[in-house]
Every structure is written in structure tokens, then in C-alpha cells.
């Protein structure tokens, strides 16, 4: 069984920046597919990031490319989404996600584990 946690979510300015955290716990290394999503109220849950478990191959969704950037610590079993000048339609609920296949993925039904999600709020 595989756990996420998410952390580093809250309240920022437009054009701050935030980074979120998600610690993954899993008793069995494997080679998981890592990706971040987010659902803003009354909206649909939206794929923003995603990267192997090596981190060599990651992917952007065209929403955030340039503001955003994924990036993992394999030693330290952590996943992080790095958040740079932050605008008030990236306020959502973000959520971690992993995968028990190997890859890159921007497709929600292709992630087996989810996170509760941790809270942004992009405000003035």
C-alpha cells in the first residue's frame, strides 16, 4: 500500500511563489510514475505536473509551463512542485499522485494512489 502526504500548501500573493511537498510511504520501492493534479470548486480535477520516479522525464501541463516545475528526492521518498508567480485561477486544492506504472502520465485514470490534497490560495 502506498501513501501520500502533501504539505506547503496556503494563502500567497499573486505573483508569490509556494512549494508543495508530498511524502510518498510505501513499504515496496518501486519504480511509480509521480504526477500533481488540482480541482478548483465546481471544476474538474486538472493534471499540472508529472515526472518519472528517476525524475529524468517530466511533463508540464500547458497551464502552469514556465511558473511551475516537478521534481522528486528519491532518497528522501518526496515529490515537489515548485510554484513561481503564482496567479489568483491557480487557487485550488492540489493533490499527489502515483502510479504503479512505470512513466510519465497526464491522465487521471492512469494513477492508482492519491493524496488528501493540501490547500492554494492565490489572493490579494
Known amino acids: 500500500q502506498v501513501q501520500l502526504v502533501e504539505s506547503g500548501g496556503g494563502l500567497v500573493q499573486p505573483g508569490g511563489s509556494l512549494r508543495l511537498s508530498c511524502l510518498v510511504s510505501t513499504l515496496t520501492f518501486s519504480n511509480y510514475g509521480m504526477g500533481w493534479f488540482r480541482q478548483a470548486p465546481g471544476k474538474e480535477r486538472e493534471f499540472v505536473a508529472a515526472?518519472?520516479?528517476?525524475?529524468?522525464?517530466?511533463y508540464v501541463g500547458n497551464s502552469v509551463k514556465g511558473r511551475f516545475t516537478i521534481s522528486r528526492d528519491r532518497a528522501k521518498k518526496t515529490l515537489y512542485l515548485q510554484m513561481n508567480n503564482l496567479e489568483p485561477e491557480d487557487t485550488a486544492v492540489y493533490y499527489c499522485?502515483?502510479?504503479?506504472?512505470?512513466?510519465?502520465?497526464?491522465?487521471?485514470?492512469?494513477?492508482?494512489?492519491w493524496g488528501q490534497g493540501t490547500q492554494v490560495t492565490v489572493s490579494s
Open positions: 515526472s518519472n520516479w528517476f525524475g529524468d522525464s517530466t
Open positions: 499522485a502515483a502510479s504503479r506504472t512505470p512513466g510519465v502520465f497526464s491522465l487521471k485514470r492512469n494513477y492508482d494512489y
